[in-house]
């Protein structure tokens, strides 16, 4: 797995009738493009299996400062023409620029599975020595599992009001968290694996804001430099 110190997390869905022109567009053109910004290494598209949206891409880069760098500000805020009209069939978006906190495992997987999260206030500390000490090494020995990231939003930075968002008229959300586990196993025993890891009383004592969003994809699309 490519060493990385950044994150670009989106999830997003697309209207049916803008698939075909959104699998044209982001293939050819858009992570080619986003992976050829300075600072970053590997871009990965993936398509639900279980999901409350029905994509998630995940932009890996050499450091977080990268993530709120003018190079990247620079191609946000100057879409090509093929971007313009592809944004307009994204909904429900969003979208976390972070700092890479925990990684473990050095394999990569089919299949993905994100928890998008945020913490109670005032339980941080506690929140990051359960995740670091407890949930994620369990999660990371589990029979199937590859690796397993805790990516952190740099807020400020993913606030940021870029052409792409403007085009498309609404707000992303921001999760604060995200927790990253790609897996190697049958698809039903994956999903079994990491539902129960990452069970609600699990994510309770965790600290860990309720509503949290846990989600299963299947990898469709790698672009590297």
């Not at 620079?74 to 307009?88: G, K």
């Not at 999903?191 to 804001?209: M, P």
Request: hydrophobic letters at 45%; proline letters at 6%; a neutral charge.
């Amino acid at each position: 797995m490519p060493t990385a110190g950044g994150a670009v997390a989106i999830w997003h869905d697309i209207v049916p009738e803008g698939l075909a022109e959104f699998y044209a567009w982001h293939g050819e053109e858009h992570m080619p493009e986003r992976v050829a910004i300075p600072g970053f290494v590997r871009g990965r598209r993936f398509a639900a299996v279980e999901a409350e949206l029905g994509f998630f891409n995940l932009y890996e880069t050499a450091s977080p400062d990268v993530v709120a760098s003018a190079d990247y500000k620079q191609r946000l805020d100057n879409p090509t023409p093929r971007t313009l009209s592809a944004v307009r069939h994204f909904h429900h978006v969003a979208r976390s620029l972070c700092r890479v906190a925990v990684r473990t495992g050095t394999a990569q997987g089919g299949l993905l599975a994100t928890l998008r999260h945020a913490v109670v206030a005032g339980l941080e500390p506690q929140y990051r020595a359960r995740m670091i000490d407890g949930i994620i090494p369990a999660l990371a020995a589990m029979p199937g599992v590859a690796s397993v990231l805790l990516l952190e939003a740099d807020l400020a930075a993913s606030g940021y009001v870029n052409a792409e968002q403007q085009v498309r008229g609404a707000a992303n959300q921001v999760p604060p968290f995200v927790l990253v586990c790609e897996g190697w196993a049958e698809p039903a025993d994956f999903i079994a694996t990491v539902r129960s890891a990452l069970r609600d009383d699990v994510r309770a004592k965790a600290g860990l804001v309720p509503g949290s969003a846990l989600d299963i994809y299947r990898h469709q699309l790698t672009t590297v430099k």
